[in-house]
C-alpha cells in the first residue's frame, strides 16, 4: 500500500497529507510560532476577516515576519466558531496587531493553553469539548 501511494504522490508531483496526523495550531511547543484564533462575525468569508484582522493597524506593530490562517476552526459547546492564525517572526508585535484589530472589530480572540481552548471573555473550554474542524 505504501509503495502505491508513493507512486501516486511521485505521478502527482507532491505528497498527501494524512488529515488525522494534523495537529490543531496552539497545541504544539514552538518558539518561533503562535496560534491565536479569532471568532467569525457571521458576515463575511474568513478571508475577508482575515484581511481585516490583521490588517487593521497602520503602521502595523510588527516589524518583520508574518502572519497566515490556520486552516482550523474551533467552535466551543456554545459557540461561536473560532479560525486560527499562526504568527511567525515578530510574534510580539503581530500579537499586538491581532489584539488591536480584534478589539476594534469587536471580535473576540482564543488561544490554547495545555488542553483548554482559552476565549478572551474569561470563558475556558477542554478542546476535547470543542468541535475541531480542518479546512
Keep these: 500500500m505504501d509503495d502505491d501511494l508513493k507512486k501516486i504522490e511521485n505521478f502527482l508531483g507532491g505528497s498527501f497529507e494524512i488529515s488525522s496526523s494534523r495537529s490543531i495550531p496552539g497545541t504544539e511547543d514552538i518558539d518561533t ?30 516589524t518583520a515576519g508574518g502572519v497566515n490562517e490556520a486552516g ?20 510580539e508585535g503581530w500579537t499586538k496587531d491581532i489584539e488591536a484589530g480584534g478589539n476594534g472589530l469587536r471580535l473576540l480572540l482564543a488561544r490554547i493553553d495545555g488542553d483548554q481552548f482559552s476565549i478572551s471573555d474569561g470563558r475556558r473550554f477542554s478542546l476535547t469539548d470543542c468541535k475541531i474542524k480542518f479546512t
Design 33 to 62: 510560532r503562535k496560534a491565536i484564533y479569532f471568532s467569525d462575525d457571521g458576515k463575511n468569508t474568513i478571508a475577508k476577516q482575515f484581511k481585516k484582522i490583521t490588517c487593521f493597524t497602520n503602521p502595523p506593530f510588527a
Design 72 to 91: 482550523c476552526q474551533i467552535t466551543p459547546p456554545d459557540g461561536p466558531t473560532f479560525h486560527g492564525t499562526v504568527l511567525h517572526g515578530d510574534i
